[in-house]
């Protein structure tokens, strides 16, 4: 139990566009959702908390109008790199908690790579 | 959340046990000790935690001293495919993981 899944797994994009990363919890409703970054050889960091039906809490430093949240529903949080740049190349982690426990389940990853 | 640190790397050899450290010596009295691994190029993946007590599950066990100030995880059998970075957290129950901080990278060879 406790599945979450991301699509897609890995994303190559031209700069300046925009590329969505889809996550979703299979067998639990999710009330809370957390979008992780990690660069080469660092550690995940939170960008940003959402809530279904809510808009998203973001950490200090991530733009939200760069980096936009959606959480429509109990098993799907969707995020969109707006006009990507090569910077915003990473590997981008979901995480998911569903409202009965407050553990957290996390996502294989997206590898985004913007060229 | 108090702050933990761990050693950067470990190696082991595959079939022993591997222990990894973890100091978390301003702990606080309702803060539960967490561990996660990350494989390469994968999320990261609950392992086992606990508050005081000694907490042992299928895939590893947990050794926190008397005082709260350190713990220790234990792969009984290492094998290669516990290669991975493995992430010490000390949080409240019911708070979300803001950052893993940096982990021990741990090397099982043949």
């Known amino acids: 139990g406790a599945v979450v899944s991301q699509h897609p797994s890995r994303v190559i994009c031209k700069s300046g566009t925009s590329v969505k990363i889809e996550c979703r919890s299979l067998?639990?409703?999710?009330?809370?959702m957390f979008w992780y970054r990690q660069f080469p050889k660092q550690s995940l960091m939170l960008m940003a908390t959402s809530n279904e039906g809510s808009k998203a809490t973001y950490e200090q430093g991530v733009e939200k109008d760069k980096f936009l949240i959606n959480h429509a529903s109990l098993t799907l949080s969707t995020l969109t790199v707006t006009s990507a740049h090569p910077e915003d190349s990473s590997f981008y982690i979901c995480?998911?908690?569903?409202?009965?426990?407050?553990?957290?389940?996390f996502g294989p990853g997206t590898r985004l790579t913007v060229t | 959340d108090a702050k933990t640190t761990q050693p950067p790397s470990m190696d082991c050899a595959e079939g022993r046990a591997a222990n990894l450290p973890c100091n978390h010596s301003t702990i606080s009295g309702n803060e539960y000790v967490y561990w996660y691994r990350q494989i390469h190029s994968q999320g990261p993946q609950y392992i086992i935690h606990?508050?005081?007590n000694n907490e042992t599950n299928e895939m590893a066990s947990l050794i926190i001293t008397e005082d709260r100030k350190s713990s220790t995880l234990i792969l009984p059998h290492a094998t290669l495919r516990d290669t991975a970075v493995y992430y010490c957290?000390?949080?409240?129950?019911?708070?979300?993981?803001?950052?893993f901080g940096r982990g021990t990278s741990l090397i099982v060879h043949p």
């Open positions: 606990g508050l005081k």
């Open positions: 957290i000390v949080r409240v129950e019911g708070s979300y993981i803001p950052t």
């Open positions: 067998d639990f409703q999710a009330t809370t």
């Open positions: 995480s998911a908690s569903p409202g009965s426990s407050y553990e957290q389940y």
